[in-house]
Structure formats: structure tokens, C-alpha cells
């Protein structure tokens, strides 16, 4: 089945983070010397935009025009903007913050541009969402668990990086580079086909039909 052209356009900045995380785990220096560091806050706040955006799209589709979804997305934006500039404070850096706003429009777009019938559109951000969280624990377990290749994040790159906190992604930064270029590689392409190999959520909207539009 062919992509629709929303469909492409939604999957588009994730297979767009795919290939900056890729390249940084080979080359990390290839768009700066802390570029590794900045996509470990990338994926810290992915976190928050999993749990935010099914609650931010499902209000949003309650309003009527393309204005209100946007008062309603920049209303609890700013409430989860609350915890991503926690981030940027312990990182000494705005990029968190612009970060999580990147990454909410990002799952947004689905709904923003269209891509599914009116009736359809809650069903696509409930199957989106379900995407991301069963992507995120699985490949966050599996790239934790399995060993991870460094490529070309030596450890002297890895030191250079500064990142705050401990533990193991910490100490081996490669493990949450790789976890984010198979991430956001996956979400694309199951952007794609508009998440259709995941079962409709019991009860959810669907577009009605001519007969059923005939009739009210």
C-alpha cells in the first residue's frame, strides 16, 4: 500500500532523527563536539512526550477549528514545559526545552495535517501513541540489556560529553544513541501505514459512512 502524502509528511522528522542519530553514533563530532549529549536529552524528553501528547491530541480534537487545537496544545505544552525545563536546568541548557516542543509537534502531526477522516483521527493518535510506548520500553530493555557497539563513541568522546547524573546510559552513551536512531527509525515507518498493524483500541471513532451520514 502506498503512503498518503500526510502520511509521509508525518513520518518525515523521524526518519529525519533516525539519521542524525545514526550519524552521531559512528561520527559524534559530525554536527558538533556535544552533539551526543544533546541526544541523550532528546530521548529523556521523548519520555514526557509520550505521556503528554495522547492527553495534548485527544483534547485538541475536541475543538473545532485549527486555532482552538492550537490554544489547547500550547495550554498543556507550557504545563509539561514545567518538567522538560527541569531537564535544561541540569543540563546547564535551552536545548531540552526546545527539544520537547520539537518532539510534541512532531507526534502531533499526524492529526495536525489531516492525516486520517475526522472520525479517524482519534483512532490514529490512540494507535500512535501505543506505537510509542510499546517502542520506547521494548528498545529501551533490549538496547540495555544487549551489547550495543560503540562505533565511534570512545570513551574519551563519551567523557567529553559531560552528561549529568549516573548510571548506564551515562557511562556508555552509545546505548541511548542506538536506542534513539531504532526509535524513531521504527515510529517513521510505522508512521508509514498509518499504524495500521496495531489493533484499533476497543471503542474507538470511526468516520461514519454514506449511509449513516444519510441518515442524521
Keep these: 500500500m502506498t503512503p498518503s502524502r500526510p502520511a509521509l509528511l508525518n513520518a518525515l522528522p523521524d526518519f529525519g532523527f533516525a539519521a542524525v542519530f545514526l550519524v552521531t553514533w559512528v561520527a559524534p563530532t559530525a554536527f558538533g563536539d556535544h552533539v551526543v549529549r544533546s541526544l541523550f536529552a532528546v530521548m529523556l524528553m521523548e519520555f514526557i512526550v509520550v505521556h503528554s501528547s495522547v492527553l495534548m491530541g485527544t483534547t485538541a480534537l475536541k475543538a473545532a477549528s485549527r486555532a482552538s487545537r492550537a490554544g489547547v496544545i500550547a495550554a498543556f505544552g507550557l504545563f509539561y514545559s ?20 520539537g518532539q510534541t509537534i512532531n507526534r502531533l502531526l499526524g492529526v495536525l495535517l489531516g492525516q486520517a477522516p475526522d472520525g479517524d483521527q482519534r483512532a490514529l493518535l490512540q494507535r500512535g501513541w501505543t506505537v510509542a510506548v510499546v517502542l520506547y520500553l521494548v528498545l529501551c530493555m533490549a538496547t540495555v540489556l544487549l551489547p550495543v557497539p560503540a562505533l565511534g563513541i570512545t570513551p574519551a568522546v563519551a567523557a567529553a560529553q559531560q552528561i549529568p547524573g549516573r548510571g548506564l546510559w551515562v557511562d556508555r552513551p552509545e546505548k541511548v544513541i542506538a536506542f534513539g536512531f531504532l526509535y524513531f527509525l521504527l515510529t517513521a515507518w510505522s508512521e508509514m501505514g498509518g499504524h495500521a498493524w496495531v489493533k484499533p483500541p476497543r471503542g474507538a471513532a470511526t468516520a461514519p459512512t454514506s449511509e449513516g451520514a444519510a441518515t442524521q
Design 82 to 101: 514545567l518538567f522538560a525545563g527541569g531537564f535544561s536546568l541540569a543540563f546547564h541548557s535551552w536545548w531540552p526545552l526546545a527539544s520537547f516542543w
